[in-house]
């Protein structure tokens, strides 16, 4: 970019802020709502910084413009300090960070996972207050039993296609939310209206799973992918991926399914802290 | 028409930015992206002996205008990968790719050159001025100019790739620890890492950065950077790598007029993109030809009257 625009841009510096409000989600998975005007876009990303504990990425689940949240997960020193919050306490916030998705499409479906199902609910609302017919998204969400499903009553309130699984069978299809992506294909093919895109965010294996099937029926889709990040401005590299260096905090989170396909660590590896690899466990 | 390529110790550039080290470049991808995109070579991220996760919390900050304060604590793969990273990203360009090593003792300085040589780097880079990792390590080796020299004869009697050794502006006389180094037998300086500083935030009172102080970088750093490549061009004869604060074509003209060989390019990438490389080739090229320069190499140390 030319150096003018480069200084029109100007200085971000992390905002401090007030929680506004807890919800409990399921187990260890709480949101965190702020009042802010942060003007983000569904697939950008917060950098949430706690003193001593460091500063982490996380998405963003909700922003209706006056106020937006982030949904966490108690997986280490970080998260579960969020745990312990109450309304009132201070927290560090950079951001919005990273690009969104596309909003791209006209009968889509979105297939989230875990707390990435905070970016798949976002994005719904975000277009149905922009105009979008709920009744063109579909919101398929899994998890392992009935109490770690996110966001069921928020999305029936959003009035959009509902298709829950549960691997134990506790709550909706027993089995894979995969399964249920296949099926959603299927049927809006069969009925004549066929899915133009998939949105999904979720544990990697899940994404490429979700990949694959877009490959597999011809749908386009674009993946919200995760990757260490300890700037999440694009000067450290702890985010690159090969084989092109693409750098995900700023070349992402959501890519398209071309640059997907192109990335060969997509489904097989990540890195640490330290930028060793870690390979995907399969099964 | 402009020429930008040029050589510096033995290593042919086709232009004579080069990627700074710890700028997106963990990975040999990250360096292949700096040479795709126009950078005529790349440094890796410098390279312990173990591998380290760098400081947890805020790292970076960017601040007024084109500047930034970083303390990433050098987070990177460790030696062992690190070489793997270099062979499997060498066997993909032309372009030279650069080791940095990095140490808290002289020993291991020495265990790293001998190490990271087997990946055959066109040249090792060493890392004597990190100023973010003092409550572990000390004060850094580039503060004193025995203390510098006494790395690079060990560095030196472990490889035979040309080094260069890294320079900090954070020592009294920075053109007495370029002389000792020289005499110690470096083939080249880089000059300079980033310079001490601290950004507080008025509303609570606290530092910004959680390391407390960081290194500042970008046009913060230019004049510092452009007066120790001067100061060090009047005193040594091997080349210097300009480093600090180059945004533009100007600023890298600057660094060359003041006597540098090559220039190095960090912040850069984060203000302009990483079309950083591009963008200030081409504007390198337009003021060569406003200025009726034909080569980088007649530009070299021209401020020096
Ligand atoms: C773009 C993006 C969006 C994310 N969104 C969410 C979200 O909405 N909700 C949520 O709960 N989590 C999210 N995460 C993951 C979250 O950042 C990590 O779980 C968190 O950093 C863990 O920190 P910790 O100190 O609690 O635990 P640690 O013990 O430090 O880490 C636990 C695990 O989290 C991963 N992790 C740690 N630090 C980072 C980091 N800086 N970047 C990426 N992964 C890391 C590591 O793989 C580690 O195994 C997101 C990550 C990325 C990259
Ligand atoms: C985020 C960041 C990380 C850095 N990491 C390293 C490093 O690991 N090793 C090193 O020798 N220099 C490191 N540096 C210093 C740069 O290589 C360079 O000397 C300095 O940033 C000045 O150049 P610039 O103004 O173009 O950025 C780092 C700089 C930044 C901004
Ligand atoms: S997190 Fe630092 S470059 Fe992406």
Redesign the pocket.
């Known amino acids: 970019m030319t150096l003018q625009k480069a200084m029109e841009m100007g200085v971000a510096t992390p905002v401090k802020l007030p929680i506004a409000k807890i919800v409990d989600e399921a187990k260890d998975?709480k949101t965190f709502f702020f009042t802010h005007l942060l003007k983000s876009e569904p697939g950008q990303?917060i950098m949430v910084i706690l003193p001593k504990?460091?500063?982490?990425?996380?998405?963003?689940?909700s922003d209706n413009g006056a106020e937006f949240g982030?949904?966490?997960?108690?997986?280490?020193?970080?998260?579960?300090?969020?745990m312990e919050k109450k309304p009132g306490d201070i927290i560090g916030i950079r951001g919005p960070l990273?690009k969104p998705f596309s909003g791209r499409g006209n009968h889509v479906v979105l297939v989230g996972g875990?707390?990435?199902s905070?970016?798949m609910a976002f994005w719904a609302e975000r277009a149905i207050a922009r105009g979008m017919d709920s009744k063109k998204i579909h919101y398929i969400v899994g998890a392992r039993t009935k109490e770690l499903l996110l966001f069921e009553e928020r999305m029936r309130r959003a009035k959009v296609n509902l298709h829950i699984a549960t691997n134990d069978g506790s709550h909706g299809y027993k089995g894979f939310n995969i399964d249920l992506l296949r099926q959603v294909i299927e049927e809006a093919k069969h009925s004549g209206n066929p899915l133009d895109m998939i949105y999904t965010c979720g544990p990697e294996l899940m994404e490429k799973a979700v990949f694959d099937v877009a490959v597999e029926t011809g749908t386009d889709c674009e993946i919200?992918?995760?990757?260490?990040?300890?700037c999440g401005i694009g000067i450290c590299g702890?985010?690159a991926v090969d084989p092109d260096g693409l750098l995900?905090?700023v070349d992402?989170?959501c890519v398209n399914k071309e640059t997907a396909a192109k990335i060969t660590e997509f489904g097989a590896y990540?890195r640490?802290?330290s930028g060793q690899k870690?390979y995907y466990k399969k099964g | 028409m402009a020429d930008l390529s040029t050589s510096i110790c033995g290593m042919k550039l086709r232009s004579p930015l080069i990627l700074a080290s710890g700028i997106t470049d963990t990975t040999g991808a990250s360096l292949l992206r700096a040479i795709r995109n126009g950078a005529g070579a790349a440094i890796i991220k410098s390279v312990s002996v173990e591998p380290r996760e760098g400081h947890?919390g805020h790292v970076v900050q960017e601040f007024d205008d084109l500047s930034m304060i970083n303390a990433m604590g050098l987070p990177n793969q460790g030696i062992k990968h690190a070489i793997d990273e270099l062979i499997e990203a060498q066997k993909r360009t032309d372009a030279p790719l650069i080791a940095n090593i990095y140490a808290g003792t002289v020993e291991d300085f020495g265990l790293l050159a001998r190490e990271i040589s087997k990946a055959k780097p066109a040249m090792i880079e060493v890392n004597i001025s990190c100023p973010n990792v003092h409550d572990e390590f000390g004060t850094p080796f580039s503060a004193l100019p025995e203390a510098a020299a006494k790395v690079t004869k060990e560095v030196k009697k472990n490889t035979s790739i040309p080094i260069s050794i890294k320079l900090s502006p954070n020592t009294i006389a920075i053109s007495q620890v370029a002389k000792a180094v020289e005499k110690a037998g470096a083939d080249c300086i880089t000059c300079i890492n980033t310079l001490a500083g601290m950004l507080i935030d008025i509303d609570t009172a606290v530092p910004i950065l959680s390391n407390l102080s960081g290194g500042i970088s970008g046009k913060a750093l230019k004049p510092v950077a452009v007066k120790a490549v001067y100061d060090c061009h009047e005193v040594v004869k091997i080349p210097i790598i300009g480093t600090g604060g180059v945004l533009t074509g100007r600023d890298a003209i600057e660094h060359i007029m003041a006597g540098a060989g090559a220039v190095g390019v960090g912040t850069a990438l984060f203000y302009r993109g990483q079309e950083a490389f591009s963008l200030i080739n081409a504007e390198m090229k337009e003021e060569m030809k406003r200025l009726g320069y034909k080569s980088i190499k007649e530009m070299i140390g021209l401020a020096h009257h």
Do not use: Q, W
Request: glycine share 16%; with cysteine; aromatic share 6%.
């Open positions: 998975i990303f504990l460091g500063m982490r990425p996380m998405s963003i689940s982030t949904t966490i997960c108690g997986v280490g020193p970080l998260s579960n300090a969020m990273g875990g707390y990435g905070g970016p919200s992918m995760e990757r260490y990040m300890k702890s985010c995900i905090c992402g989170p990540h640490d802290a870690v | 947890k």
